[in-house]
T-cell receptor, first 115, second 114 residues
Framework: GAGVSQSPRYKVAKRGQDVALRCDPISGHVSLFWYQQALGQGPEFLTYFQNEAQLDKSGLPSDRFFAERPEGSVSTLKIQRTQQEDSAVYLC?????????????FGNGTRLTVT | GNSVTQMEGPVTLSEEAFLTINCTYTATGYPSLFWYVQYPGEGLQLLLKATKADDKGSNKGFEATYRKETTSFHLEKGSVQVSDSAVYFCALSDTSGGSYIPTFGRGTSLIVHP
């Protein structure tokens, strides 16, 4: 399995529910990014990890959003008390080293629909 | 801050037509520039990149030249195929400006008819 794997592929949540989205990056990849992509828009940055360290979380839209990568591999994006405006595709991407040395590899995303 | 502006889509072409998708950028430093492509049902994947002025990135018949004077990185292909139908994203990464986080444009959908 060579690619970035995200699960679930689709998630429907009732407003107010908590959700957890999982990302399995390519083995050995140091950098991991989460992006949010609204319909018809480009990916918007949420947060960035280098190994287990969360170096930048400036894109997280509110304190309802939380991400972790405790062992420097798998990452989880958690959204608490989901709202309708959270409906989007959540993309995970990883890269082998520092960004300028290697390209981003994206997963297929998790499509979250909040009803 | 950094930003990327792409032309609105969809771009609809007949097979073998010439393709241009415009991309301009704003950056505080000296960015690297990228084109990513997203085929239906798949994740984004890197198509090509350029890291300094006048560099030309190329792949699969696509090419784009880093133009610092016009802050542009337009994507071109001489003869498109139906299989090129996808969404194309222009992106920048501005490590020299201190923000290495890749910034993406909104994407341009390309539809190629036989």
């Amino acid at each position: 399995g060579a690619g970035v794997s995200q699960s679930p592929r689709y998630k429907v949540a009732k407003r107010g529910q908590d959700v957890a989205l999982r990302c399995d990056p390519i083995s050995g990849h140091v950098s991991l990014f989460w992006y949010q992509q609204a319909l018809g828009q480009g990916p918007e940055f949420l947060t960035y990890f280098q190994n287990e360290a969360q170096l930048d979380k400036s894109g997280l839209p509110s304190d309802r959003f939380f991400a972790e990568r405790p062992e420097g591999s798998v990452s989880t994006l958690k959204i608490q008390r989901t709202q309708q405006e959270d409906s989007a595709v959540y993309l995970c991407a990883s890269s082998l080293r520092r960004l300028e040395e290697s390209p981003l590899h994206f997963g297929n995303g998790t499509r979250l629909t909040v009803t | 801050g950094n930003s990327v502006t792409q032309m609105e889509g969809p771009v609809t072409l007949s097979e073998e037509a010439f393709l241009t998708i415009n991309c301009t950028y704003t950056a505080t430093g000296y960015p690297s520039l990228f084109w990513y492509v997203q085929y239906p049902g798949e994740g984004l994947q890197l198509l090509l990149k350029a890291t300094k002025a006048d560099d030309k990135g190329s792949n699969k018949g696509f090419e784009a030249t880093y133009r610092k004077e016009t802050t542009s990185f337009h994507l071109e292909k001489g003869s498109v195929q139906v299989s090129d139908s996808a969404v194309y994203f222009c992106a920048l990464s501005d490590t020299s400006g201190g923000s290495y986080i890749p910034t993406f444009g909104r994407g341009t959908s390309l539809i190629v008819h036989p």
